[in-house]
């Protein structure tokens, strides 16, 4: 049987928001690879109604998009009692070279209650084994 909201109760869930189609699906076929039930918005406002209804163990966010930015979507997210212990784990191209915007990412991410920051850059592996260290 399939079924596009049917998934495996023993898996861990990550839910990506990312407007860029591409990049969603290039992370959702390594996340499903690793071992994850995976499910990917590229509405930002479609992402929070669904991180309500599917409780993922983890979003994979992106910092900039349409209609809500990555910061409101988590706002949103952290003012609803039934999503507010989601982890949030930010992905952005957005890419300041220099060690101390690398660090001023890292640091606000954590200030505001993320779990972390990383960079679309970042091979694939290393964002699943971060998945894998937060969840």
Do not use: H
């Not at 071992?35 to 990917?40: A, I, R």
């Not at 309500?52 to 609803?80: A, H, Q, R, T, Y």
């Not at 779990?115 to 964002?127: A, I």
């Amino acid at each position: 049987m399939t079924c596009q909201i049917c998934y495996n109760i023993f898996m861990k869930t990550v839910l990506i928001i990312d407007d860029n189609k591409d990049v969603a699906d290039i992370y959702s076929i390594k996340l499903k690879a690793a071992g994850f039930n995976v499910f990917s918005f590229s509405d930002s406002e479609e992402g929070l109604f669904q991180a309500e209804k599917l409780k993922p163990d983890l979003i994979l966010l992106d910092v900039v998009m349409p209609k809500l930015s990555g910061p409101d979507f988590f706002l949103k997210l952290k003012e609803n009692s039934r999503t507010q212990n989601i982890k949030v784990l930010f992905l952005t191209a957005y890419n300041d070279p220099s060690p101390w915007g690398q660090v001023a990412d890292k640091q606000y991410s954590l200030k505001i209650g993320a779990q972390g920051f990383l960079r679309k850059e970042s091979p694939l592996d290393e964002v699943v084994t971060e998945i894998k260290k937060i969840i």
